[in-house]
């Protein structure tokens, strides 16, 4: 893109003409011509920026990677970053480097904060109703497909069949809260374990389970996802 100031040196005959290249209307004065050109380097220069995003695995990041000669989530080095969501990494307890599509390669769950926004590698779990039980995802870079309405391209761990969730659908795998971190008031996810006449069981990722009073409940339809 040229410079703004560039755009205001030109000719009317080479504004005309970067206006036909850009598919740009040609009509009306000088003037005119140069905020044409404005707005669209400004417009041009927003979708650039929007479409940035932070890596999703850095080389030489610890990781966690599924192994399929052991069938196991092991600690990793990230070696490269292939494209597509696709990694090279290596197990020292293993010995051996792989290459990992999508869904067998997630950000290490010790690391992951539970209050904090979702992020690129994180593995979440959701309860998918077309299968009828929770599952585990790994979030996806927007680019691969993160809807206009907020929901998050995932894919499916240790599978890497890709679908779209809502954030309020899911709950980040993490290390357990002790009791001491909990107080009143205090807003956290969770997934229902069990059903009771009065109440239901509630996995907040703490070191035990919760107890919801069914005068706490309320119904919640989620769009989508």
């Known amino acids: 893109v040229l410079p703004n100031t560039k755009f205001r040196r030109m000719k009317v005959v080479e504004l005309k003409q970067l ?38 695995f850095g080389v030489g990041e610890v990781v966690e990677a599924y192994f399929e000669d052991s069938s196991d989530w092991l600690e990793a080095e990230v070696f490269e970053d292939l494209g597509n969501g696709r990694f090279r990494v290596g197990s020292s ?27 690129l590698g994180e593995a979440v779990e959701i309860f998918k109703k077309d299968v009828g039980k929770y599952v585990t995802g790994i979030i996806q870079r927007k680019k691969r497909g993160r809807t206009k309405d907020g ?11 890709m679908f779209f969730c809502s954030p309020g659908r899911m709950m980040k795998l993490c290390p357990r809260m002790e009791l001491s971190e909990l107080s009143p008031g205090m807003q956290v996810r969770g997934r229902v374990m069990v059903l009771l006449d009065y109440a239901a069981i509630v996995d907040v990722r703490a070191v035990i389970p919760g107890l919801l009073h069914i005068s706490k409940m309320r119904q919640v339809v989620h769009p989508g996802g």
């Open 151 to 161: 929901r998050f391209n995932l894919a499916r761990q240790e599978d890497g069949d």
């Open 19 to 56: 206006c036909r290249e850009r598919g740009l209307g040609v009509e009306g004065k000088r003037k005119e011509l140069i905020f044409r050109l404005e707005d669209a380097a400004a417009e041009t220069s927003d979708e650039e920026a929007e479409n940035e995003e932070p890596q999703m």
């Open 93 to 119: 307890k293993e010995g051996t480097e792989q290459d990992c599509r999508p869904g067998f390669v997630r950000k290490k769950v010790s690391d992951v904060e539970w209050d904090a926004p979702f992020q």
